[in-house]
């Protein structure tokens, strides 16, 4: 199968300070690039299979009308699955129809509670965002359109992490998906302990409640051994502007561009950063986790969070070695 990311516009009405996207362009895939965007996933896809496409932003409901050209025109050349990341804000009667009519899996940002939510996911004027991201759920529940929650998770907001789990789950969400803030640097090992009894208190609560799915960071009902990297050969990262990299951390980065939908993939400029996938970090020696850690296989993550390809994030060695206390004391 192959993965095509897709970010169909770098327009936002939100200003979440914690934003992995930094300052947009207030820019969004023309016409020209949308059909050349199309026409790359038709070479690249794998064919007799489903492929994956991905929407991303900015906000990509702000550009429905390209998204919705991508999944009809696709269509009729393949078989896709269509996943979209939103913040909730952007929901009508058309939306509702084009994510029902396409199986859209949808990915709704909603940090806790109303209080926890809107410390971070701000609009322009300084107001939450909450009222809204609620409502988007409440309207995709109702339509039984999958959806899933990410939950972002930074110093800010982690003494009330179980809190706003079980505010969540209380309204019979399937699948809650937390995320730390990795490039926040405010990160402590007294939040990190914090972090690690919240974790604790909720996979106690939801081992009970057979309704809500909760995974942070990493599975820890399962460690399995990481493959290789698999950006810019199966899995393909295409900004507005048509520009391709092999990584989602690494989009809107001009020393990481592989290529374009324009040009197509540049081997000389994959094969530049290739050498990198099948190396061992640097710093794992010796690691109990190195061989099933983040670090391991995605050394542009090591390369967005210490400037070296081969340098394992301490704050990614942190969260392995929580989860791997989780997981021990969940299978004891």
Request: negative net charge; proline residues 1%.
């Amino acid at each position: 199968m192959s993965a095509f990311n897709i970010w169909i516009t770098e327009k936002c009405n939100l200003c979440c300070s914690y934003c992995y996207e930094g300052i947009k362009r207030n820019i969004a895939m023309d016409d020209e690039v949308i059909e050349k965007t199309i026409s790359f996933i038709q070479e690249h896809m794998e064919r007799g299979k489903s492929n994956m496409i991905n929407f991303h932003g900015g906000e990509p409901l702000l550009a429905l009308d390209g998204i919705e050209k991508i999944m009809v025109k696709c269509g009729k050349f393949g078989r896709f699955g269509y996943s979209l990341t939103t913040n909730g804000t952007v929901m009508n009667d058309r939306v509702i129809d084009v994510l029902k009519k396409n199986n859209v899996y949808v990915s709704l940002s909603i940090d806790g509670t109303e209080k926890v939510h809107d410390i971070n996911r701000k609009k322009h004027d300084g107001t939450g965002s909450y009222v809204y991201a609620i409502g988007a759920l409440e309207a995709l529940m109702e339509e039984k359109i999958d959806v899933r929650i990410r939950m972002t998770v930074t110093p800010d907001t982690v003494e009330r992490l179980y809190e706003s789990v079980t505010s969540i789950a209380s309204m019979n969400v399937k699948t809650i998906v937390g995320m730390i803030d990795l490039y926040d640097n405010r990160w402590t090992d007294e939040l990190f302990d914090t972090l690690q009894e919240q974790l604790i208190m909720i996979y106690t609560a939801l081992d009970e409640n057979d309704t809500t799915e909760f995974s942070f960071y990493s599975d820890i009902k399962q460690k399995l051994k990481k493959g290789l990297c698999d950006g810019g050969v199966t899995n393909f990262n295409i900004a507005a502007d048509g520009n391709i990299y092999p990584c989602s951390c690494m989009v809107n980065d001009a020393e990481h561009i592989i290529g374009s939908v324009f040009s197509g993939i540049d081997n000389r400029l994959l094969d530049k950063y290739m050498v990198y996938y099948d190396r061992r970090n640097t710093t794992c020696d010796g690691c109990r986790n190195e061989y099933t850690c983040l670090s391991m296989r995605c050394k542009y993550t090591n390369k967005s969070l210490t400037g070296d390809y081969l340098t394992a994030s301490p704050m990614i060695c942190k969260l392995e070695h929580i989860m791997h206390g989780i997981r021990v004391k969940n299978n004891a």
